[in-house]
Structure formats: C-alpha cells, structure tokens
C-alpha cells in the first residue's frame, strides 16, 4: 500500500466514526436503539441496508462463485424476477402475518402454537443467526492479510498469533463501538454515509479497470475453457459443480419456502416512518444493488483475467506465488481473486477498494451485531422474564447481548476450520433455523390442520438434519455428497412432509384462522383500517398496478420508480427465457 492509499482508505473511515458518535447523542430510548425510533425515510433505507448487504464478505463470496461458474450463474440467476414478483403482488406470508397484528414472529409463534415454542424459535434463531455470522468477521480480516501481503502469524509477547485474529479483533471492536453507541439509529446513520460514499468509489474503480483490461482479454481468458465448463455460455455448463442452474432452482425454492423467516436485518423491517416507506426502499434498493453486483462482476473478471492470460504473465508471477503459499484449500480458492486484485490494481484505486471494502464490513458486521444481539434480548430474554425491564436495564441487556455476539463471533473465527464455500455456508447454516421454521410459517398461516406438535416436530427435524450436514460436511468434507445448498433443500422438504403427517396425526380440531386473522366477525374496526380501505375504494386498481404491486399509497413517482425496476428485471427475465427456448431450437455454440 503505497502512501496515498492509506490517506484515502484512512479519511472516509474518519468521517464515518466521527459521524458515528455524533449521531449517538439522538439515542434516547429502546425503541430508538431497536428501531431508530421508527422515523427512517425510503432513501435512508435504502442507502444503508444497501451497504449492509455490500459486506466485504459478500464481495469475497461472489468472487468464490464467479471464479467457478463465471457469468453463467448470472443467466440462470434472471429467473428469480418473476418468482418474487409473485410473493411481492401476491403479498405471500407477509400480507397474513400483518393481518395477525403480530409485532414481531415470535409473538405470531405464541399466538398460533405455543409459549414454549415461541422461546425455542427465540433461542434457535439466535443460534442459526449466530453460527451463520460466525465466519464473516473471519473471512473479512483473512482478506486484509492477503491483500496487504502481511505474514500468516505476528509475535506477541512470545506467543506466534495468526495475523488474522489480531486483525478481526481490531475490527470488531471498532463495530460493537458503532453498534454500542446508538443501536440502529447510529448503524443506519453510519451505513448511509458509508453507502453514498462507496457508490462513489464504485465508479472511480471500473473507470480504473475498464482502462486497463479490455473485454477481447476477458473474453479471451473466459471462453478459453473445457467442454461442459464454459464461465460465458450457461447451456455449455453442465460439468460446473456446485454453482449451476441447479444450484439457482434450489435456492428459488428456499427463499420463497423461508419468506420473512431469516431475520439478519430485522431491525430495518421495524425501522421505517410507515410501512410504504419501507417498501420503496426496498423498491430503491434494489437499483442500488444493480450497481454493486456490476462492480463485483468486473473486479472478479480481471482479476482471473490478470491470473490467465497471456499478455500479464509477467506481473501476475508474484500473485500466483502468493496463492500457491495459502496452505489451506478452502481458504486459498477464497483469497484467489482478493490476492489478484492486490498485484493488478495501481496506486489510488487500491486505496479506494481498501476504503470500499472496510466500511463494507463496519456496515455489515454492525448490521448482524444489533440484529443477533436484540433477537436474544427481545425473543430469549424478554419472554423468560417475570419482571419486565426498565428502559435503562433493557438497553444494557441489548448492548451486553452484542457484545456477547462480537465475543462469540471473534472466538468462532478463530478457532473454527473453513471448509465451505462461503454462499454455502450460510445456505446450511440459514436452515437451522428456516428448514423447520418455514413449515410453521407457512402452515400456522395458510392450514388450519396444523398443529403444535406438527410444528415441533418439522422444526426440531430440519433444525436436526441441518446439523447433522454441517458436521458430516466437517468430518466428511471431500467425500460428503451433498453441498449446503443441497443440504438446506433436502431439510426443508423432509421438515415439510413430517409437518404435515404429524399435524395429520394429531390434529382434533380446526385452527380458527379467521380470528387470527381478524376476519368476518372478528374483523377490526379500527380507525387506521378505515381509512386505508377507503382509500383503496375510492381508487381503481388498473392491471398494470396489480401486477407491479402497486396500491394506494403510491404516488406519481413511486409508479414511475416502482415499474422502472419491474420493466428492467422483467425484461431480463424475458431475455433469459426467450434465449433458452431459442437455444432447445438452434443450441449456441459450446467450447471445443
């Protein structure tokens, strides 16, 4: 790192904590540490759950699956648009769970089964949530090492320590401070900042990339690949393991199986000034988002570009060096692409990266902090207590529980061996939790068979075989059959079954879902509910709108910002569709 990429990795940081302990002073109650006093606006939300989900994490994960499956995933990713689409018009989960006037799932879990188990799905989720986060302050502190070429291990006071670990505790400690000082109020705050100046930055570094490798390198190095193992064309990619159409199909599932089930960022759900602002923002950031997946694309494509080809033989033997020393397997196909980027990318630009990708992890990691964190207070806690909490012991119990996570997180990274890709990890992990849960969710909402004992029972088993796949994937992990993702969908449509012939077995009566839902006669009367159904009656819902999803509340350019988004992933889509039909006609040409 040369001089002027320390002062321009080191001043946007500056301006973020400062940032950060201005905005603490603004934290005046729990609900101001747990939802930012639920005054956040569209553009907040999206900006800073944005950066949330533009971890450094999620940078090194997508370069492990583009460095296997190229752009071909990408092709068989433009099927996901129409599918949640569907659950976004058809209002699936979502629209009953509201219905319910549950203020959070646990409470739902209550009202549908049973106390107990509203506890247990408490303390699982936790538990999923953090294993899940386990490795990612890991996995950002072993890209540092790499990209800024330290050893392996430092001495301190005569004990050799990998310099990973001093590294992740150095940055976890800066995000239990942010997460520390003002709950969600100061991460959003921290995260909007951080998300406006990395898309600033995201320019600045494909204007650095796209002047140094051109696209016939690129293409050179991509199409240059085995029969059955092309990174450009998707219909000449069955020989690609893990990361294929399979791969996308099985996820599809899953996501809309575990629909409003994870709750990494459940702050943000509650955060928003109204329920439609926390809809445009997610409409908003979902445009946001289109501008860190293409520099993710670019950054992973020549930095296997610079590995490959020819014409960076020369300058590339020190990075293959590098990579050759990773001892680790896993960890060496995961630090392939960051070691690349630190030999090709010139003074400045390598700054930036390093800038982008640091407040990257202070905006994701203080995410998951505040997230585990409060699920335990609100869903373990909070339902166990006798005596409720006063409002100052119940934000020390919510900032002793954060700290409690960022111990756990740093003890977990330290100790614990990788041998997953990182997307698959957290599929495997994510089913803990959401492989039995998704079966109460869905079922408590939609059946009125189901019963306790059926949620029990699919719950206890996904949860059990999810389990069951991490350790055999620990012990058996170059013969083990089945990849997380495999794992999360075979667990989740074994939880599925043994839900229903269980709640079969022991269902004596109807659940009555129209008092639940508050329907017919148990309709609510309330003022607020009136209102809202007055102005949906006082105003036609054409075709266009109830395919977009488009309501009431929606003005003029919320229409405009709501089908600009839906015409682009739809047409996508359609592309996508239309090319495969077009390639069962007349097949594309495949590698030789």
């Known amino acids: 790192m040369h001089a002027l990429d320390w002062i321009i990795t080191a001043v946007p940081l500056l301006v973020v904590l400062l940032v950060g302990i201005f905005v603490q002073r603004y934290m005046k109650s729990v609900a101001d540490f747990m939802a930012g006093g639920r005054l956040a606006g569209r553009y907040l939300l999206a900006v800073a759950k944005g950066e949330m989900e533009a971890g450094l994490v999620v940078f090194v994960a997508s370069f492990e699956v583009f460095s296997r499956a190229g752009f071909t995933l990408t092709w068989w990713n433009w099927l996901q648009p129409p599918v949640f689409l569907f659950i976004a018009v058809t209002g699936f989960v979502i629209y009953r769970f509201r219905e319910t006037r549950a203020l959070t799932l646990a409470q739902f879990f209550e009202i549908r089964y049973s106390r107990s188990f509203r506890i247990f799905t408490g303390m699982l ?241 203080s995410t ?73 969710i869905i079922g408590g909402l939609y059946w009125k068979r189901g019963t306790t004992a059926g949620a029990w029972s699919g719950l206890l088993t996904g949860s059990l075989l999810s389990v069951g796949g991490i350790l055999a994937r620990q012990i058996f992990y170059t013969s083990f059959p089945l990849n997380g993702r495999e794992i999360f969908f075979y667990a989740t449509i074994i939880a599925i079954l043994i839900y229903v012939v269980v709640s079969l077995l022991t269902s004596q009566e109807e659940f009555n879902l129209e008092r639940m839902l508050h329907r017919g006669s148990y309709a609510v009367s309330a003022a607020t509910d009136q209102v809202a159904i007055h102005q949906l009656m006082e105003r036609k819902i054409s075709w266009w709108d109830r395919i977009v999803g488009i309501d009431a509340e929606f003005s003029r350019g919320d229409r405009w910002i709501a089908g600009s988004i839906f015409v682009w992933t739809m047409s996508f889509a359609l592309i996508m569709i239309g090319g495969s039909i077009w390639n069962l006609v007349a097949p594309w040409p495949v590698s030789v």
């Open 125 to 365: 989720a936790f538990l999923a949530g953090v294993v899940n986060f386990g490795i990612i302050p890991a996995v950002g502190a072993r890209f540092f090492v790499y990209f800024f070429k330290l050893p392996d291990a430092l001495t301190v006071f005569s004990f050799h320590v990998p310099t990973y670990v001093l590294i992740m505790a150095a940055l976890l400690v800066v995000t239990t401070f942010i997460t520390l000082t003002g709950g969600i109020l100061t991460v959003m705050i921290t995260n909007c900042v951080e998300g406006i100046l990395s898309q600033i930055f995201y320019l600045i570094i494909i204007a650095g990339l796209v002047t140094m490798f051109s696209w016939s390198d690129i293409n050179e190095v991509l199409s240059g690949r085995p029969p059955g193992q092309s990174m450009l064309n998707p219909f000449d990619s069955q020989g690609l393991k893990d990361f294929n159409i399979w791969y996308v199909l099985m996820g599809m599932f899953v996501a809309v199986y575990g629909t409003m089930a994870w709750q990494n960022a459940s702050a943000y759900n509650s955060a928003a000034l109204s329920a439609h602002e926390s809809r445009m923002g997610g409409i908003l950031g979902r445009w946001r988002e289109l501008g860190k997946v293409a520099v993710i694309y670019l950054m992973a494509a020549c930095a296997v570009t610079f590995l490959q080809s020819p014409h960076f033989v020369q300058q590339a033997t020190e990075a293959h060096a590098a990579i050759a020393g990773v001892a680790q397997p896993t960890i060496r196909d995961q630090m392939t692409i960051p070691i690349a980027l630190s030999y090709l990318l010139p003074i400045g630009i390598k700054g930036v990266l390093c800038a982008v990708l640091l407040m990257g992890i202070f905006g994701g990691d």
């Open 368 to 440: 998951h902090l505040h997230s585990w964190g409060s699920i335990f207070v609100q869903d373990v806690l909070v339902p166990l207590r006798k005596k409720p909490f006063t409002p100052e012991s119940h934000i020390w119990a919510l900032r002793l529980s954060v700290v409690g996570v960022a111990l756990f997180a740093f003890l977990f990274g330290a100790l614990f061996r990788q041998t997953e890709y990182i997307y698959m990890w957290w599929s495997v992990t994510t089913s803990i939790y959401v492989g039995g849960a998704g079966a109460a």
